[in-house]
C-alpha cells in the first residue's frame, strides 16, 4: 500500500488560483514583452529596499531569520500607531490567508465572499474543506449590502472582502467600509484584505480600531512597495485575533532577506509617494487607451485598471489572447457578468506603448472577423 493521501485532498481539483506568466512562456516558447497580468511591481522598488537585500545577501542570509520578525512589526507597529502584539507577518497576504482560515473556522464551516473576488481566497476555503458562499458583484463593487445580509443570515465563520477591490479596481469610502463593519454578526470573522490601500484615494482606509474583535486587516509589501517576489505581508487586529498565528505559523518563513527589505520600505516614504504617482500616471494612460479604442475603463483606486469591453465573456476573451499572442501578459476577470472584462496592471510607459499597439491590432483583426 502507498502512503495514505489525506482523502479531502485526494478529491480537491488540481486548481491552483493563477497560471503564471513563466508556465505561459514555457508553453509557448516566446518571452512576454510586457508583463501587465499580474499587479507586480512594474516601476522596482525603494533603493533602500535594495541596499538592504544585499546587505542581508553579504552578510547574513547564512543565518535564520528572527522568527518574531521584531524590528518589522516595531517599525509598523509605530507607523500604525498600534502595539506589536497586534500585528502578524506572514509569507505574503496569500500565506495568511490560509492560516486564517485554518484558525478562525472549523471543516465544514460556512465562509462569505464575493462572486468573482480574489481567488486565492476560495483556493484556502476548498483546502481546508469549509464551504463558500458567494454573494454577486453590483455594478463592478462588491455589493456590501448583500454581503451584509448574507452573514447575517448565514452567520459565517468568515466574510472576505477586498478595499480596494481585484478584479474590479472599485473601492468604497471608510465610512460605508465601518458601516458594513458594524453590520456584521459578532461571531463573524471580517477579513479586511487592504493589498491596495496605499493606491487608493484618501479617505478609503478607515481608521484602525483595535477594540473590534472581529475585524483582521491584511496589507502587502507586493503592490505598491513593489516587493512581489521577496513574499511578505501583515495582518492588523485585536491581540485575540493575532495571538493564535503564533500556534500554527512557519516560524521561519518569513526570510531574512524580506524582513529586512520590508523594514528599508517602510523607511522610505518619498520612494513610496513617487512609486504610487507612477501607478496613478499608468492608470491614467490605460484609461486614454481605452477609450481611444471605444472601450470603456472603469475608475480604480489600485495598481490596475480593468476595462469593460463592452460585449460578452468570449468577446474579451478574444482580446486578451489578442494581446497574448502579441506578447503583451494581461489577465481578465472569470466570474460572470465581470468577464466581459481584461484588467491591466500599471507600467511602465514602453510597455504601456506596447500593449496599446497589441490592443490595436487586436481590435482591427476582430472588426474584421
Ligand atoms: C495581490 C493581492 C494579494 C496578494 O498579496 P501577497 O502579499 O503578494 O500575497 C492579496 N489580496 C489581493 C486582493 C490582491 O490583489
Not at 119 to 130: K, Q, S
Request: glycine share 6%; charged share 20%; net charge negative.
Amino acid at each position: 500500500m502507498p502512503p495514505k493521501i489525506d482523502p479531502h485532498i485526494v478529491h480537491l481539483p488540481a486548481t491552483i488560483p493563477f497560471v503564471a506568466p513563466e508556465r505561459m512562456e514555457r508553453d509557448s516558447g516566446r518571452q512576454f514583452i510586457a508583463r501587465l497580468g499580474a499587479n507586480e511591481g512594474n516601476f522596482g522598488c525603494s533603493p533602500l529596499a535594495i541596499d538592504a537585500i544585499s546587505r542581508a545577501a553579504s552578510n547574513n542570509v547564512g543565518n535564520y531569520c528572527d522568527p518574531e520578525c521584531f524590528e518589522l512589526r516595531e517599525v509598523l507597529s509605530e507607523k500604525l500607531n498600534t502595539q506589536m502584539e497586534n500585528i502578524v507577518i506572514g509569507p505574503g497576504i496569500d500565506g495568511i490567508l490560509g492560516m486564517i482560515v485554518r484558525i478562525f473556522s472549523s471543516s465544514g464551516d460556512t465562509i462569505v465572499t464575493s462572486l468573482g473576488a480574489y481567488p486565492t481566497f476560495n483556493y484556502h476555503v476548498a483546502g481546508y474543506d469549509r464551504i463558500l458562499h458567494t454573494v454577486p458583484y453590483r455594478e463592478d463593487h462588491e455589493d456590501l449590502a448583500a454581503l451584509s445580509e448574507a452573514a447575517n443570515a448565514l452567520k459565517p465563520a468568515i466574510v472576505y472582502l477586498s478595499n480596494p477591490d481585484n478584479p474590479m479596481g472599485t473601492y468604497w469610502p471608510n465610512i460605508d467600509i465601518v458601516k458594513f463593519m458594524n453590520s456584521l454578526p459578532e461571531s463573524t470573522l471580517l477579513i479586511l484584505d487592504e493589498a491596495y490601500g496605499e493606491t487608493a484615494p484618501e479617505g478609503t482606509l478607515p481608521p484602525i480600531e483595535l477594540n473590534r474583535e472581529n475585524v483582521l486587516r491584511l496589507r502587502t509589501f507586493s503592490k505598491a512597495y513593489g516587493l512581489a517576489g521577496l513574499r511578505c505581508g501583515y495582518g492588523i487586529g485585536h491581540k485575540n485575533l493575532i495571538a493564535p498565528f503564533d500556534k500554527i505559523r512557519d516560524h521561519f518563513g518569513v526570510n531574512i532577506v524580506a524582513q529586512s527589505a520590508a523594514i528599508a520600505a517602510l523607511r522610505d516614504d518619498q520612494w513610496l509617494k513617487q512609486n504610487v504617482d507612477n501607478i496613478e500616471a499608468a492608470r491614467i494612460r490605460i484609461s486614454e487607451i481605452a477609450s481611444r479604442n471605444n472601450l470603456q475603463p472603469i475608475v480604480s483606486a489600485s495598481n490596475f485598471v480593468t476595462i469593460d469591453c463592452g460585449q460578452d465573456e468570449r468577446y474579451a476573451m478574444e482580446i486578451l489572447n489578442g494581446l497574448t499572442e502579441q506578447g503583451i501578459f494581461v489577465r481578465k476577470p472569470m466570474a460572470p457578468v465581470l468577464d466581459r472584462c481584461i484588467r491591466i496592471s500599471a507600467g511602465r510607459p514602453e510597455e504601456l506603448d506596447a500593449f496599446e499597439s497589441a490592443l490595436v491590432a487586436t481590435l482591427k483583426v476582430l472588426s474584421h472577423s
